[in-house]
T-cell receptor, first 116, second 110 residues
Framework: GAVVSQHPSWVICKSGTSVKIECRSLDFQATTMFWYRQFPKQSLMLMATSNEGSKATYEQGVEKDKFLINHASLTLSTLTVTSAHPEDSSFYIC????????????FGEGSRLTVL | QKEVEQNSGPLSVPEGAIASLNCTYSDRGSQSFFWYRQYSGKSPELIMFIYSNGDKEDGRFTAQLNKASQYVSLLIRDSQPSDSATYLCAVNTGFQKLVFGTGTRLLVSP
């Protein structure tokens, strides 16, 4: 099946710094990717829809200036958490849909961010 | 009302038993429904998807969909300890977006 790769798998940073997470579709092109956030014992919450070549669409309550999304190519989307704070510590997961043949949504391995 | 609701569990079943996981959704226009399994600290992995009313079977897994009642369920036959995980129900609300339930934690005891 299709593979979506995320990097880094985990990152620890100091409060106030910025962290970039990459999401790559390895064997298919993804015009749309999705970024989710999952806090402990909670479900996945969609943060934004990343559109190749255009601006991301953010869900209500998600600060677009804090969570910068860039989808510069058909295989790469990046999420940058700017000026990270401890409350941003979470499990960030990207996903991408393979249009053909199944339309299945594939998830990356996730990136665990810890902000000290 | 949450868009997708699941009992958080844990649901405990003995090895070899049938585990039944349920999910209800609020958007009557939803067209596709997914069950994902998520192990602790890992990303979700797709188990099954279902579009049509009725049952869909894949190995030990059976998804059941009842659009009139707005519920979807997942049955796991011959449950194994390796099935112990959190099972997430997800509903496609349109525009390719999936809305996830909070998940049901399943514990299968040897």
């Amino acid at each position: 099946g299709a593979v979506v790769s995320q990097h880094p798998s985990w990152v620890i940073c100091k409060s106030g710094t910025s962290v970039k997470i990459e999401c790559r579709s390895l064997d298919f092109q993804a015009t749309t990717m999705f970024w989710y956030r999952q806090f402990p014992k909670q479900s996945l919450m969609l943060m934004a829809t990343s559109n190749e070549g255009s601006k991301a669409t953010y869900e209500q309550g998600v600060e677009k200036d804090k969570f910068l999304i860039n989808h510069a190519s058909l295989t790469l989307s990046t999420l940058t958490v700017t000026s990270a704070h401890p409350e941003d510590s979470s499990f960030y997961i990207c996903s991408a849909r393979e249009l053909l043949p199944t339309g299945e949504l594939f998830f990356g391995e996730g990136s665990r961010l810890t902000v000290l | 009302q949450k868009e997708v609701e699941q009992n958080s569990g844990p649901l405990s079943v003995p090895e070899g038993a049938i585990a039944s996981l349920n999910c209800t959704y609020s958007d009557r226009g939803s067209q596709s429904f997914f069950w994902y399994r998520q192990y602790s600290g890992k990303s979700p992995e797709l188990i099954m998807f279902i579009y049509s009313n009725g049952d869909k079977e894949d190995g030990r897994f059976t998804a059941q969909l009842n659009k009139a009642s707005q519920y979807v369920s997942l049955l796991i036959r011959d449950s194994q300890p390796s099935d112990s995980a959190t099972y997430l129900c997800a509903v496609n609300t349109g525009f390719q977006k999936l809305v996830f339930g909070t998940g049901t934690r399943l514990l299968v005891s040897p």
